[in-house]
């Protein structure tokens, strides 16, 4: 009998958020992981009909959005604190400035397959999920993140 050559994908569900100075925020989601995207400049051939495609050579890195339940832990009070740290109402803020590294870690059957290192990053903006009387959905929070830096370690 031959033997069937199959390697399965890996599941999208086993990961967890490594946020430095956070403990355990509870993410449930992960959107825009991305090793970066650099531009591309069209350069004409003078004299051809034939435009050259190159790179620009600037790397950009997209926003990465972690979207966590809230539960009343340790998670919800860390990112309240690094968000009220960077956007106080008296305008004292640090914004930007305060910034943080961390890594999205990506498990299998338990055991660690990829890691996703950021740095750089600052909170971009905080929304809670809509409040209804008539669901029985979660409360949940979307934090985007702006990163300087994203790669596979």
Known sequence: ???VAFTEAYRT??????VEGIASPGVTKVTGLSEGEVDV???PDGGANIT?????GIIKYGD?????NMDGGKGDDDFKKWFGEMF???????GSALRRNGAI?????NKEVMRFVFEGAWIK????SDLDAGSSGLMKQTIVLAIERMYRA
């Open 52 to 56: 050259h495609k190159v790179s620009s």
């Open 1 to 3: 009998m031959a033997s």
């Open 41 to 43: 400049i069209e350069q």
């Open 64 to 68: 990465v959005t972690l979207e966590r």
């Open 125 to 128: 903006s905080s929304k809670f």
């Open 13 to 18: 569900h086993e990961f967890f958020v490594e």
């Open 105 to 109: 870690v990506k498990k299998q059957n």
């Open 88 to 94: 106080k109402v008296d305008g004292t803020g640090k």
